[in-house]
């Protein structure tokens, strides 16, 4: 994972993290493309990634949203702070809230 991130593969890290926390790529891709930093750090602190792989990963969406590279020290406390079975939880949130609006697009194109 530190690899794809710190080579500046997008695609390959969007694609890892995904398969890490068992959610949709297109899940993945819209979180490391948006401005806010804090569902990349769930997924990195659920998944039990080191700071130096999780600040890879912030930097490969720093560098694809143009932003600061000094947003990363600030994120440093969220990832230490935030415990790994807390991150878990939210990316269940996640996995749940895709299988609703999936479900729902299903259920408006059959009811077409």
């Not at 390959?12 to 926390?21: D, K």
Request: hydrophobic letters at 45%.
């Amino acid at each position: 994972m530190s690899a794809f991130a710190s080579a500046g593969k997008f695609d390959e890290t969007s694609i890892a993290l995904a398969l890490m926390c068992d959610v949709p790529i297109g899940l993945t891709e819209r979180m490391m493309a948006q401005e806010r930093s804090e569902e990349i750090i769930l997924m990195a602190r659920a998944s039990d990634f080191s700071w130096n792989t999780a600040k890879a990963i912030l930097a490969l969406q720093v560098e694809a949203k143009a932003g600061s590279v000094h947003e990363l020290d600030r994120h440093r406390e969220t990832f230490v702070n935030l415990k790994p079975d807390t991150a878990r939880k939210a990316i269940k949130f996640f996995r749940l809230r895709e299988q609703v609006a999936l479900q729902t697009l299903e259920e408006t194109d059959s009811s077409d």
